[in-house]
């Protein structure tokens, strides 16, 4: 930032103090505007909006005190100094008490007060450019709540970010407690329909006319026990977003039903003669292979090719080990906020554990795992000693390595030993949340032996 676009305003009542430190404050290539009243600046600081204020304490009418008072109110992050007669202290208490970046004792030497702006306008800039950052890797490694470094999941990211606010079906596949349901919110939320309805509906263990009914709505005496109309999801869900999950388990006599909705964004209440236009966006989640249940006739192909617009799939965690720091790190937090505790500090030899681990249950059972975790462990350690058997029992390992060679025939041995290197770098590399220098010294490598054996491997960016 230019110092011309550093605006600060001054408010003095004493002339001679106001034209000094205008002069000299402008002569350092600040904008400065001085006011003799707190009560005159107050009414031109949204359209000056200065980055700092000035105050003197006595003042007729409003006093610096209560001005601070009042800009702290209007925005927590404005930089004030207070410049405040030299035998009262409590002033200066009672400003910094306020959230004043600093004091001043008068009189005030001007070469003082630049020397402190400059140092104030310092720190903001670190601050600014820290914010950034973190807004920058927050923005690359998260969507909403949906949190992940992987590439795969970066990739969805994107993609996300691309169709999110489109109308198009879009079809979330993956195993269960996958983040299926925390993505379909997420590209709701972050998309223009973010304050219209998000309304899910599973499809799982209910029975064809339940499910219908529950999709449309019925109407009045549509059947035994209708007594009054009832609205449906579709309806419910308005120019928002539906989210049909679990569509493996949709019947094939409601398939067509659905069908008709996909195709002619039109749909009848169960006993309605009137047609319903339907405008939400439909988000649907399946854990199967849809085109494996269309093989073998459980699922309509068309309804399929119908979902199937916009296709994301979210990979087992297993597949996706980097992700394991970076989300246990979310959950410690998150549960320690929840359990009232200062979060514990995760033990490397724990975490090692939890990246080895193969995670039948997906991200919902890690979470699982560090809620418990999270609640056991004491002295804001949460060590192996936390986690549950199933994590830390495996098979007891015959040495560091074990061989399964052919019984005959030629072994590569610089092929197998590019292999084992490769394998060793992987794991160093996940265990250190991937950063190399941390990886190297896992490995009691140099980091530039490490990137260059990276390069011959195939293993860097
Ligand atoms: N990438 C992620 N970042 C943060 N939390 C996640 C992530 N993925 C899943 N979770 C959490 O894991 C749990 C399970 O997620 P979710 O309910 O979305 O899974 P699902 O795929 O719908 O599972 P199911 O198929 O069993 O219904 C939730 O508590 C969710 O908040
Ligand atoms: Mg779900």
Redesign the pocket.
């Known amino acids: 930032m230019d110092k011309a676009d550093k605006i600060i305003v001054l408010v003095e009542d004493d002339p001679i103090i106001t034209a000094a430190l205008t002069e000299r404050l402008s002569e350092a290539g600040y904008s400065i505007t001085a006011f003799a009243t707190a009560d005159q600046a107050l009414q031109d600081l949204d359209k000056l909006a200065p980055q700092l204020i000035i105050t003197d304490v006595r003042l007729p009418g409003t006093d610096g005190i209560d001005f601070l008072k009042q800009l702290k109110q209007r925005d927590q992050s404005i930089s004030v100094i207070v410049m405040t007669g030299y035998a009262t202290v409590s002033d200066a208490v009672a400003a910094m008490k306020l959230g004043a970046a600093d004091y001043l004792p008068k009189p005030v030497s001007a070469e003082e007060l630049l020397v402190k702006i400059e140092r104030l306008f310092e720190l903001l800039q670190l601050r600014a450019d820290r914010d950034r950052l973190q807004q920058d890797a927050e923005r690359r490694f998260a969507l909403g709540n949906v949190i992940g470094r992987s590439r795969k999941m970066r990739e969805i990211f994107e993609a996300v970010n691309l169709v999110k606010d489109l109308s198009t079906t879009v079809l979330i596949k993956g195993p269960?407690?996958s983040g299926?349901?925390?993505l379909a919110r997420a590209i709701h939320f972050q998309s223009v329909r973010r304050a219209l309805p998000f309304v899910?509906v599973?499809c799982v263990a209910l029975s064809p006319q339940l499910l219908e009914s529950e999709l449309f709505g019925h109407e009045r005496g549509a059947f035994t026990g209708a007594y009054r109309r009832k609205i449906g999801r579709f309806e419910a869900a308005a120019d928002g977003t539906l989210f049909l999950?679990?569509v493996d388990d949709i019947p094939l006599e409601l398939q067509t039903k659905l069908l008709r909705v996909l195709q002619e964004r039109k749909m009848l209440r169960v006993g309605g003669e009137s047609e319903i236009d339907v405008h939400c966006r439909i988000i649907c989640?399946c854990k199967a292979d849809l085109q494996q249940l269309v093989d073998a006739g459980r699922f309509r192909a068309d309804l399929f090719f119908r979902m199937n617009v916009i296709r994301i799939e979210l990979p087992p965690l297993a597949q996706r080990k980097e992700d394991i720091p970076l989300l246990t790190d979310h959950f410690v937090a998150h549960y320690a906020a929840r359990q009232k505790k200062a979060p514990p500090k995760l033990d490397p030899e724990a975490l090692h554990y939890l990246i080895e681990y193969d995670w039948p249950g997906n991200v919902r059972q890690l979470e699982n795992v560090i809620e418990a975790s999270v609640a056991f462990c004491s002295a804001g350690r949460l060590t192996v000693a936390h986690l549950p058997p199933e994590i830390t029992h495996r098979p007891p390992a015959k040495g560091l390595f074990s061989l399964n060679l052919p019984a005959r025939g030629t072994v590569d041995i610089s092929g197998l030993t590019d292999a084992v290197q490769a394998e060793l770098i992987r794991w160093a590399l996940r265990l250190a949340d991937g950063s190399q220098s941390k990886a190297a010294k896992l490995l009691n490598l140099p980091r530039t032996t490490l990137q260059s054996k990276m390069r011959k491997l195939g293993l860097a960016d």
């Open positions: 269960t407690g299926k349901e925390l899910p599973s999950d679990d989640a």
